[in-house]
């Protein structure tokens, strides 16, 4: 929740327009060989969020973590200066972070991170990837997570195939 209300906070910092009236959306198939549950599903005026329960079929235990964030009316932020927001917000205080794959220069720039972060006074080791989209409008992010300290190489080729093969929609509300 901490994350959010920052991350909220920044959007507005940065000079949101309340009068557009898109709504738009990055849909991600989901490898199959996982299941999705809602855990929470959370609109408002300026963020759309969503968190899974994500569990791995073969396993039958929750091995990753999937979330889908919309930072509405965000079209003058970077995804550069999104990203690191929401790194500025972790429990680690110096995660590593390393640009995957991007494309500046398309029609809706994009960019993959990977995000690897200790906190060894709890004892956690996480790492993870995320996603990040500018749409005409709004700023969508799909994060998902292991807590393992390393990512299988398969596993982040498989999601890196899969945010990459996401869809953009977009539709303007009736006045």
Known sequence: MKKLTFTLAFSLALGLSAFAQTSEKVVVDFPQEYKLNVEFNEEDQM??????????EKHGENSINVEELRIKYSQNVSNEEVVKEYVSNLRDPKPKLTILEQDKDAALPWTIYRIELTDEKFNIEETGLVYVVKGNSDTHLKFVTMKKPKMPSDFAMKWVSTFKNSRYTSAVAAE
Do not use: H, L, P, S
Not at 47 to 56: C, F, K, P, S, T
């Open 47 to 56: 963020i759309d969020r969503i968190v899974y329960n994500a569990y791995e």
